[in-house]
């Protein structure tokens, strides 16, 4: 076991504050990576306040993590010593399921092991990115491409691939046109997915403020929601919404701008159920589907996808110490996309 400084929910809804954490020695397949970098996703506040329930405390949040290699186990191949690699939202699954043969470890049959706030094989608590150091198995761990700053790298480990899956599940191609609801972490990077893969980009906001910084992200059009002739005049529009929206909003109302055949993605998690009518799918034939993130290998396609293509998130970067103010700036929307933590504080 190895001490490792890390910053932690104490309690549910308590401050975050610092924490002397153990991280295992390596097993055979293990790597041992230097955190350098840590993003901040909106999940990390719901899980630190226990607003899903079944909190493990003292928590160490944390799933958009990147860093350098310091350590292999005996029989680990993957990756050398000094390599730039990242760890995402799991750290293990069942390996035997279906979905875990296919590639789709995020769908386990038994449930996958997240990076934080799960319980490992042994039934150790797992903790996650907040830290200086961390240990994972290299099946779990992706590789970094040349070309991608750590920093800017770090989000795509979630906002990045929970973006990037379902449009590639679903085909999104070029010349297709494609609404993306909600201008944050998760919808700034399906803007910049959607223009790479040469679809017409329209950004959807209840906020004309973020006119500006939509086109300015290569969006091609801007609409704001709170104007009800939006609605009237977009109807039919789109062959697929990208919603990532986790705030109660009307399905139907977005439903109703898809053409035919249209799918809208559902990617934010509202806290209280959004009634669906019928005839808002049945009367074009439009889809209503979910996704989350991605399993390993298109997770690390996505990486390679970035890196070809120049993608990184947009980021503020913070101290350990600013964890607390930056949550309260997440719940107002005050940041441009998003927070990540720059882990040599925690070692000052």
């Known amino acids: 076991m190895s001490t490792t400084a890390a910053y932690a929910a104490h309690a549910a809804k308590a401050p975050l504050a610092p924490l002397t954490i153990q991280r295992r020695d390596p097993?055979?397949?293990?790597?041992?990576?230097d955190i350098a970098y840590c993003g901040v996703c909106h999940s990390d506040i719901h899980q630190a306040r226990d607003e899903w329930g079944g909190g493990i405390f003292p928590m160490v949040p944390g799933h958009e993590i990147v860093g350098h290699v310091i350590a292999l186990g005996?029989?680990?191949?993957?990756?050398?010593?000094?390599?730039?690699?990242?760890?995402?939202?799991?750290v293990d699954s069942c390996r035997q399921c279906a979905q875990c043969h296919a590639g789709e470890e995020q769908y386990c049959d038994t449930g996958m092991t997240a990076t934080y706030n799960a319980r490992d094989a042994d039934g150790a608590p797992t903790y996650g990115g907040y830290s200086t150091r961390i240990v994972v198995d290299e099946n779990y761990v992706l590789s970094i491409p040349a070309g991608i700053a750590l920093d800017r790298a770090a989000p795509l480990l979630c906002a990045g691939i929970t973006t990037y899956s379902p449009m590639r599940h679903y085909g999104v191609k070029a010349g297709d046109c494609v609404a993306v609801v909600g201008l944050g972490g998760l919808g700034h990077m399906a803007v910049k997915f959607g223009v790479a893969l040469g679809a017409k980009v329209t950004v959807l906001s209840t906020s004309e403020s973020k006119r500006g910084d939509a086109l300015a992200l290569g969006a091609h059009a801007f609409a704001a929601t709170g104007d009800a002739q939006t609605f009237k005049r977009l109807a039919g529009s789109f062959d697929f919404i990208i919603d990532s929206v986790s705030a109660p909003h009307d399905y139907n109302a977005y439903l109703s701008l898809l053409k035919v055949d249209g799918c809208m993605i559902l990617l934010g998690v509202p806290e209280t159920p959004s009634p669906v009518a019928a005839g808002a799918l049945i009367m074009r034939r439009r889809k209503l589907v979910g996704s989350l993130i991605g399993g390993i290998a298109q997770t690390q396609?996505?990486?390679?996808?970035c890196a070809e293509h120049a993608?990184?998130?947009?980021?503020?970067v913070i101290r350990m110490d600013q964890i607390n103010d930056a949550y309260e700036r997440m719940l107002r929307g005050d940041v441009r996309y998003r927070f990540v933590i720059d882990t040599a504080s925690l070692r000052a």
């Open 301 to 305: 396609d996505m990486l390679d996808f």
């Open 311 to 316: 993608i990184a998130a947009d980021i503020e």
């Open 27 to 33: 097993r055979a397949h293990d790597v041992v990576i």
């Open 74 to 90: 005996s029989a680990a191949t993957k990756f050398k010593i000094g390599d730039a690699v990242g760890v995402g939202c799991f």
